[in-house]
């Protein structure tokens, strides 16, 4: 079994400054111990009312087939329709990009970016706690399936940009 690291981290908007001082300055543990980076942004969260019911995860590729195979377990033990993005449609706009561009598997778990996303009018109210509760339980079984795992993910560079998957994905939204 592995340990489990909790972090939340401070200056995602000002150029990741959290997670990159993390990664780059003061890792809890050598970046060569760290099996997988799940990271979750904007949870609860709806981009438009038609993907009221739907969620991403971003990057499981990264980790090779045991990451993918290991999200995708977790995805169908819910009923929430979580769809599968290669790494390339995170943009790197989140705090996983400093794990991954040091060559750590990584799962971005995320709802996109809404309509009040950093406005005024981004407030709890507008959360779909049934969503999240989902979204947890998805994270919560990754988690303890990397934790538990007898293997761990090996990083799997980035092959190409977009792939034909990603566009499926998209075409169906």
């Known amino acids: 079994s592995r340990s489990v690291v909790l972090a939340l981290w401070d200056g995602e908007e000002s150029s990741l400054l959290g997670s990159r001082h993390f990664v780059n300055e003061d890792p809890l543990v ?46 169908a033990a819910t009923d929430l329709d979580t769809r599968r993005l290669s790494v390339t449609f995170g ?16 799962v971005f778990f995320s709802d996109a970016t809404n309509a009040c996303y950093h406005t005024t009018g981004d407030e709890v109210a507008i959360v779909d706690f049934a969503k999240l509760a989902k979204q947890a339980e998805i994270g919560f079984r990754l988690v303890v399936s990397l934790a538990e795992s007898a293997e761990r993910p090996s990083f799997a560079p980035l092959v190409a940009f977009d792939t034909y998957e990603d566009l499926l994905v998209l075409s169906e939204l």
């Open 30 to 75: 050598p970046l060569g111990d760290v099996a997988a980076y799940v990271n979750f942004d904007i949870q609860g969260s709806t981009l438009i009312p038609s993907l009221r019911d739907n969620s991403f995860a971003i990057g499981a590729e990264s980790g090779g087939e045991l990451l993918t195979e290991l999200t995708g377990e977790a995805i």
């Open 91 to 106: 943009q790197g706009r989140s705090d996983y990009q400093p794990f991954w561009a040091n060559e750590v598997p990584v």
